[in-house]
């Protein structure tokens, strides 16, 4: 039910948004594009799947460390489930499969997932923040927007790098959270101090996966910043690594299908002084094709890895 609510929500976003702009003139702005551009912005899509995917193999212990394919399979696969699942559940079957596979025991299987994506968090706002400090046009919004941004930076550096500010987190969370989620959030607490006890032990390699994050997403934006090149726009870098992670944010709302609609009005509102509403638009597809894209690309993968669970489910 909250899937098909999000998936009418999007549909109603989309539906206002195209009937607000002129949709001829969105066709148009495809037919007059860069083909060149066009090719290298979404051929991104490939390195960058594969450097995550070599991240995922890095995070996991040598000793039973994943095979390179077998990492660029489970993002291929957790990117179709997210798109199908509520909640980035796609990413906890990942963490399930590695578990059951036997690379990682326990729960290490989940901290190793709940790290992967507090780093691609922090990462974000990292580059955001850079965008939005240097960013020329700011008014109070802009300011409000900057101010947010620092701060969820801040604590989200200060949750990595200390478990007693991160204990203290969770148990103010836990007091006010609704009796339904309080289990989850106990259950989050519990992998986050297994990720502290696991990763600040080589202090080495923690700084080699965070900047292998921190490359990540501005390999993203860069892909953005392409696309608006596809589109035969200018676009100043400084400005997309300001507006393109807010839009992102944006789209990581719980209230539509796979961020779409949030993100496409967000790029349309956020992207005004550079781009016309059509164009926007236009960046918007593109930008949902980065999601797309990859979900394509993991469905040879999901029946097998399904089909592969259920099995150790039954042996076990």
Known sequence: MKKLISIAVSLTILIIIYWKIDFP?????????????????????????????????????SRTRLGFGE????ILTASVLNMVLPSK??????????????????????????????CDMLSLLVWCAFGLTLYPQKDWLFSIM??????????GLLLIASRQF??????????????????????????????HKYFWRDKRHLLKITLTSVIIWFGHLLQIWFFT?????????LANLALAPLAILAGLLPLTFAGVGTRDAALIAFYKPYLNAPTAAALGLLCTSRYLLPALGGLPFV???????????SQN
């Open 25 to 61: 003139k969105l066709i148009e702005v495809f037919q007059n594009s860069d083909k060149l551009w066009m090719a290298i912005s979404l051929g991104m899509v490939v390195p960058l799947t594969m450097l995550t995917a070599w991240r995922l193999q890095q995070l996991t212990p």
């Open 71 to 74: 990492a660029n399979r489970l």
């Open 89 to 118: 559940m796609g990413d906890i079957v990942k963490a399930y499969f590695i578990k059951e596979k036997g690379h990682l025991e326990g729960s290490l299987s989940l901290s190793l997932v709940v790290f992967e994506k507090a």
């Open 146 to 155: 900057t101010a947010s941004v620092i701060s969820g930076l801040i604590i």
């Open 166 to 195: 991160a204990n203290l987190i969770f148990q103010f969370t836990g007091r006010i959270a609704p009796q339904k989620i309080k289990s989850k959030i106990a259950k989050l607490r519990d992998s986050w101090s297994e990720m």
């Open 229 to 237: 090149l596809a589109l035969k726009q200018t676009v100043p870098f």
């Open 303 to 313: 029946g097998n890895y399904l089909t592969t669970i259920k099995k150790m489910r």
